[in-house]
Structure formats: C-alpha cells, structure tokens
C-alpha cells in the first residue's frame, strides 16, 4: 500500500477499508509516515467526511495503537470522566478527588490544550512539580494507592493519539465527529475502565457550536463506548459563556481548589456535582441520581476530596501546599482591571475568543513545542444575564507581558454583547444520552 494512493482515494471522496485505516494509523504511530501526509489525510477526511464503518475502524486501530490497561488488582469500580474540549472547563481536576473520594477508581489520561480550549494536563502542570508523564508502572501505583491518577497519552498507551492529537491541532482539523469520537474513546477505551461519564460540550466556546452536532457526537461516542461493553452516559452541556469565573492554567487550578474546599456557588460547581454524580452511578455505587449528589456533596464538605488530590499530587511528584497556599501556583507579575464599555445586561460571550486571549497573552500554544506561561489568566466578573454600568469590571487580567495589555483589553470588551434588555438563559445541562 502506498500513503498516496490513499490520500488520493480520501481526496476522491471513496471509503478506505479498515486495513487501510489500520496502514495508515500503524505506519504514523511508528513514525514511518511523515507529519505532511498524514496532515493531508487528515484534511480530506475532514472536508470529504468518513463512514461509520472508517470511524469504527479508526477508533480500534487507535485505541489498539498501544496497551489496553487492566487493573484487576484494585477491587472498585473504574471510571472515568472526559470532555470534548471547552473554556474555563477545569471539572476533571475536582471530579477526580470526588469521584475517588467517593468509592471509584479513576485512572484518568487526559490531553493538553487544544485550540482555543484548555487541557488538564497543563492546568496541572501549573503545579510546581507535578508530573503528568509517569512510568506506565507509576500510573498503575499512583492509582492504586490514591483511587486516582492522572496523565497524559504516553508511548504505552494511546500513542496514536498522542501524535494525531498535536497534528489535528496545528492543521485546523479539530472539530470534526470521527475523529474527536476516535480521538476520545481510544484513549478512555485504553485507561481499562468500566464505565465512563462524556461532557460533550454545545455553543460557542465548543468544538460543536450546534446541539445538533453535539448530540450526534455524543451517541457516536456512547455507542461506541457500549459496543466495547462499557456503561457510558453523555451529558450535553451549555458552553456559551466561560465555566466558572476563571480562565487560564494556574488560576483554573486555583478555581478547583476553591470549589474542593466547599465553595460550591455557581455553574462550575453545579457541573461537577452533576458529572460526579454520573460518575457513581455508572460505577455503580448510587442508584439515584439525587442520592448520588449528596453523597457528592459531602465528599467535598467533609474534605475527603481535597484530601484524595493531596495525597495525587504528591505522590505524582507535586507540591501539596499549593492546596493551602495557592500562591505556590505560578503567579503573573502584573494584574490589570478591563471595564465594561457600556451599561446593560450581558447577553452573549464570545467564549472561544476568551480563551483565544488567554492563549495568545502565552497562556496557551501554537505549536506543540511551545512552553506555556501557566501564570497568565482571566478572573471574569460578569457573566450571561448579569446587569453591567459602564466602567464596572469585566474581568481582571493576569499577565506578564505589557505590550499586548491594550490589544488583549479592547478584544476582550469587543467580546461581550451588552444590550438592553436580559436574555433567555439557557439550561446548564441540556441533555443526558
Ligand atoms: N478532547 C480529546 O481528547 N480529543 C479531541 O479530539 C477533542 C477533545
């Protein structure tokens, strides 16, 4: 087989067959195809579209692309949470604590920033010393020992991904169903949990802008989780506006800390209450959904959590005390107020621009091999439906670098719609599949 010909046939709008797929996915993953072609090919399948039975192939050649994990040695439950990427959306760094505090076992590999979104892997690293790159061996005694470990796709596992990710990024071809389904169940597949909650995110901050589109890539991604024998469930959820009040690597950090130390205000709480929740459903240890927040609830308040993540991130090489003093996060050197330019209520965010900000003030990269300020973010005070005089503070911004202050101000004025009168607000969670 030649690559060519099969970017030829993809370019031609005709169906590869699985070992086709498996040709080209194999032959990248061991670096034997070069990034140029399979860039190509990631381009015309995202402009030409690929079969159920392509993406079903896809999604095994790269969950296959590396080990699949067993944990028989730890008698809970194992579950996982993943979303499809958002602005502000910090959940796994607070449902993972819950989720272990809680009965579960939670061997989470999850991804870096990825466009205009945020990464775990990088909010975690906003932790002087955190390790996201442990030893499949490590992971496996992380785990073990805390009820939850987190990294990023490795070598070992998911390696597929691990490459395809990085190149969907730099080749604009993200948002596109087949490949954030493969992208996502590979590496969740790979983790050998049982059961798995989605966050698929809808609006303008996601990479499915409709609910249409979130919908259908939500039971694209369910059916394939249940195929394998999985118990997943798939929440839809609103991403129109930033989740929570913070966006940035260490100052989302510091919004999960918070929200771990009781503060449950707001729609960042909400969410994770709602995912954690699922989450012991799935793993089987409530039945009732409502039974299940309590039980939640108080994983946060009796400081169970906040004590599973202390005990993570030391054992994954962190600094604990950041969970005390968040000042041991990375800490911009300069902190500015940005103002509302008019008198209103608030009545739509340009959410991916939020976070494109955020991104280009060095709080996120545009070619892998970029390092990120982790210091750099956003506090944003008004959100959808708040009444706003002008002058008011829209957001603080924290940031090391001057010269861009006056470009990154008026975007982030331009990116808040202020009108007359209140709008409708949407649900937070609109749907579970
Ligand atoms: N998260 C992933 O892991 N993969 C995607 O493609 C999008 C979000």
Redesign the pocket.
């Known amino acids: 087989m030649r690559t060519q010909d099969l970017i030829e046939k993809k370019r031609d709008c005709k169906e590869l067959t699985p070992d086709e797929i498996a040709f080209l996915i194999r032959g990248y993953t061991r670096d034997e195809i070069p990034d140029y072609q399979m860039a190509a090919w990631l381009m015309a399948s995202f402009l030409n579209g690929m079969s159920e039975t392509e993406t079903q192939a896809l999604v095994e050649e790269m969950l296959y692309s590396g080990i699949v994990l067993t944990h028989e040695h730890i008698p809970l439950p194992k579950v996982d949470k ?4 958002g602005v502000g959306d910090k959940t796994s760094l607070v449902i993972g604590p819950v989720a272990a505090a809680c009965g579960v076992a939670v061997p989470m590999i ?2 870096r920033a ?1 466009a205009h ?1 945020g990464g775990t892997l990088d909010k975690l690293e906003a932790i002087p010393g955190f390790r996201t790159n442990l030893s499949l061996d490590e992971f496996k005694d992380v785990l073990a020992r805390c009820g939850l470990a987190l990294i990023g796709q490795t070598r070992e596992i998911a390696p597929a ?1 691990r490459k395809l ?1 990085a190149l ?1 990024d730099l080749t604009a071809t ?1 948002p596109f169903r087949p ?6 169940m590979s ?1 969740k597949l790979a983790e050998g949990i049982d059961g798995l909650v989605l966050d698929v995110k809808t609006g303008n901050g996601a ?1 499915m802008r409709e609910f249409e589109d979130s919908r259908k890539l939500a039971e694209m991604m369910t059916s394939v989780g249940r195929a394998m024998g999985k118990r997943v469930v798939a929440l839809i959820t609103d991403m129109n506006q930033p989740l929570g009040r913070w966006v940035g690597n260490a100052v989302e950090t510091f919004e999960a800390i918070e929200t771990l130390h009781g503060d449950l205000e707001g729609d960042f709480a909400e969410l994770c209450l709602d995912l954690a929740a699922q989450m012991l459903i799935v793993g089987g240890i409530e039945t009732d959904l409502n039974a299940a927040r309590h039980t939640v609830r108080h994983a946060i308040t009796s400081g169970h959590a906040l004590e599973r993540f202390r005990a993570c991130i030391e054992a994954q090489g962190g600094n604990p005390h950041v969970l005390d003093d968040p000042k041991l996060l990375s800490q911009a050197s300069k902190q500015r107020v940005i103002t509302a330019p008019r008198s209103g209520f608030v009545t739509g965010v340009e959410t991916d621009e939020i976070g494109r900000i955020v991104m280009d003030w060095g709080g996120g990269r545009r070619r892998l091999e970029d390092k990120i300020d982790h210091s750099v973010g956003l506090r944003l005070f008004a959100k959808l439906g708040d009444q706003v005089d002008a002058g008011d503070p829209l957001a603080m911004a924290y940031y090391n670098d001057e010269s861009k202050f006056e470009e990154m101000d008026a975007r982030l004025r331009a990116a808040y719609r202020i009108e007359e009168s209140a709008p409708k607000l949407e649900p937070l969670i609109k749907a579970v599949i």
Request: glycine letters at 10%; one cysteine or more; aromatic letters at 16%.
């Open positions: 993943h979303s499809t990427g999850s991804g990825l979104t991904d990710y969907r993200v490949f954030m389904c493969a992208s996502i590496k990479f």
